[in-house]
């Protein structure tokens, strides 16, 4: 069992060779947990709740985005803010997601009605 989180968690991902594993919480943090090193890194920089997050296919990075309107990347190794919070979101953003190549990030925000705005970065 993974402990850490002081509230529900939201989201999870397997890093591809499946010895690490994140997951973002609506306590505002993304964790990151290798299992071999029993090693735990955590990241703060959200200011709401977690909603979606990936690993970039280098596995060196993670998105996450949150009810707080910011999409930030981060470090897998140290848990450091890579870049961000990147712009352009006027709404809680939902979905985030690596290109395959890994040098684009989509995301995007929820409207009442349907689909928002979906911004590429």
């Known amino acids: 069992m993974l402990r850490g989180h002081m509230h529900w968690i939201n989201c999870v991902a397997f890093l591809h060779d499946s010895k690490q594993v994140i997951n973002g919480s609506l306590d505002e943090c993304v964790r990151a947990w290798w ?43 140290t848990g450091e803010r890579f870049t961000g919070p990147l712009k352009g979101h006027t709404r809680p953003v939902w979905y985030v997601s690596y290109s395959l190549n890994g040098n684009e990030i989509a995301s995007c925000e929820v409207q009442t009605y349907g689909l928002g705005n979906t911004l590429a970065f």
């Open 35 to 77: 299992w071999e090193m029993e090693k735990v890194v955590q990241s703060e920089g959200h200011s709401d709740h977690v909603l979606s997050l990936t690993f970039s296919p280098n596995s060196a990075k993670v998105v996450s985005c949150s009810l707080d309107v910011m999409v930030i990347v981060w470090s897998t190794t």
